[in-house]
């Protein structure tokens, strides 16, 4: 759900932890001693940690992914809908679980996601499937129920809708098509 490239600008002394975790990454890397090949993959997945923290510091605006995490209803909401893409949601019912009113929850998604709570769901549940038929054998019934959907015919329908390919040759195929690649 990030965007493809993350660009951060060099700027001395904007982001200190991210400058010492680079540091200690260059000097594990020049000078390999005892330990070096655990201390590389923690210093990496670090490195993505601050150079994320950066990117949403530098952020400008509180829009996007970045101003999700500003936003605590729409937070609430979206942990709400990761957590159980199963269940039937409605908006008064996410509008409950994030703490405000259905016209304040579905402005402040709109303008932070940048579609609607519903449409943020069909999407959601369809990259769950995606995930789901690629990774596991799990018959297209069960991924339907695993994503909301009462029927496998229901479920499939959506998912040609969404992406113009059926379920089960997305799963079949080599490779999945750009958009659906998870």
Known sequence: MLPEFIHLPARPGRHPALRSTVDLLACEI??????????IPALLDTLLLFMLRAWFDEQSAATGWAGVF?????????????AAPE???TVPELSAVAGVSRATLARRFLATVGQPPLSYLTRWRMLTAARLLRESDTPLAGVARKVGYQSEFAFAKAFKREYGLAPGHYRRADEPPAALAV
């Not at 020049?30 to 201390?39: F, I, K, S, Y």
């Not at 500003?70 to 990761?82: E, K």
């Open 30 to 39: 020049a000078e390999p001693r005892p330990g070096t090949d655990a201390a």
């Open 70 to 82: 500003g936003d605590p209803a729409v937070s609430d909401a979206l942990r709400a809908i990761h």
């Open 87 to 89: 269940r039937a949601w």
